[in-house]
């Protein structure tokens, strides 16, 4: 099948996915779509909001949809190491024996992430970033697709540990889901409040995925959208020549060169569904402030004058 083939097929597939997301997630189209865009570049998301936006049940709901294992890891602070990795036991035959955590699944939902200790947090990520874990000096290769999608509560900050940076970058995405408009809630409400249950019916199978990553991957980038990328992140960076006064009056910190690679693979897959067969600057900015957001860093200045990261980085766009 050529590319041309198969980049049609997904565009005609992902509205089917999205309608079929639809019936459980009402409203919330922009964090859906940023999840999936993940997905397809086979990256990780952080999904930010407070409770009751229903961001686990957006994960659940896209395992489903998408066809894949799910399991989900409640961060608590006694969450140690082996219980997301796996541990080795000694079995009747007095022989050790690996028994996998629930790191072995294609969709892992790590829910509340910044509730547990940096030393549990650093249990991801090899797995985020090798697709394996390493356990008693034995190494072990993930099944793929393989996806951490994890939420954090931003309001309640008693009892959490901020993510470190090297973790945060690790994440393609941040997401942050949204209060739904009134509209919203009420179809919310009238959903929830019933007995009627939706099922949500897969489109697509771990093959398919892994397919569609290959695919993304596959997409020519034109060396200006490519050029426009890097100078966006250069131009994040306060001690660079390319920074604007206001970057150089509000962050401490800019984005890496992992930015630069997620905005040409969250590109190449923005524009891929919605029809086009390579990105063009416009499906950058489509994607920057969720892939760049997490990974720049204000300063006092910008917290006392109430400036927003989405705002530095929209003046740049």
């Not at 999936?36 to 998301?45: A, D, E, P, R, Y």
């Not at 030393?119 to 951490?148: D, I």
Request: charged letters at 20%; hydrophobic letters at 45%.
């Amino acid at each position: 099948m050529s590319d041309v083939i198969a980049v049609n097929n997904l565009v005609s597939k992902f509205e089917i996915l999205k309608a079929e997301i639809g019936k459980v997630i009402i409203g919330q189209k922009e964090a859906v779509n940023f999840t999936l865009l993940s997905v397809f570049c086979g990256g990780h998301s952080l999904l930010i909001g407070v409770p009751g936006l229903a961001k686990t049940l957006l994960v659940n709901t896209v395992s489903d949809a998408l066809g894949l294992n799910f399991k989900r890891i409640q961060f608590t602070p006694d969450l140690m190491p082996s219980d997301i990795l796996g541990s080795e036991i000694l079995d009747e035959n007095r022989q050790f024996k690996f028994i996998k955590g629930p790191i072995f699944s294609n969709i892992i939902l790590a829910d509340e992430i910044n509730r547990t200790p940096p030393k549990t947090q650093a249990a991801l990520l090899e797995a985020m970033q090798e697709r394996s874990v390493t356990v008693s000096g034995n190494h072990y290769k993930l099944a793929l697709p393989f996806f951490v999608l994890a939420t954090q509560n931003p309001i309640e900050q008693e009892g959490t540990y901020p993510l470190p940076e090297a973790q945060l970058d690790r994440f393609m995405f941040s997401i942050h889901l949204e209060y739904p408009t009134f509209e919203e809630e009420v179809q919310v409400v009238k959903s929830t409040t019933s007995i009627i249950n939706q099922t949500v019916r897969s489109v697509f199978s771990g093959e398919e995925i892994v397919e569609i990553q290959k695919l993304i991957r596959k997409i020519p980038v034109a060396d200006n959208v490519i050029e426009y990328a890097v100078g966006l992140v250069g131009k994040t960076r306060p001690k660079s020549n390319k920074a604007t006064a206001m970057v150089k009056s509000y962050l401490d910190w800019g984005a890496g060169p992992r930015a630069s690679q997620n905005l040409i693979l969250g590109a190449k897959a923005h524009a891929a569904v919605h029809g086009k067969y390579s990105p063009d600057i416009e499906d950058v900015k489509a994607i920057a402030i969720p892939i760049l957001s997490h990974r720049i860093v204000k300063n006092y200045k910008a917290e006392a004058e109430g400036i927003t990261i989405a705002a530095i980085i929209e003046s740049l766009l």
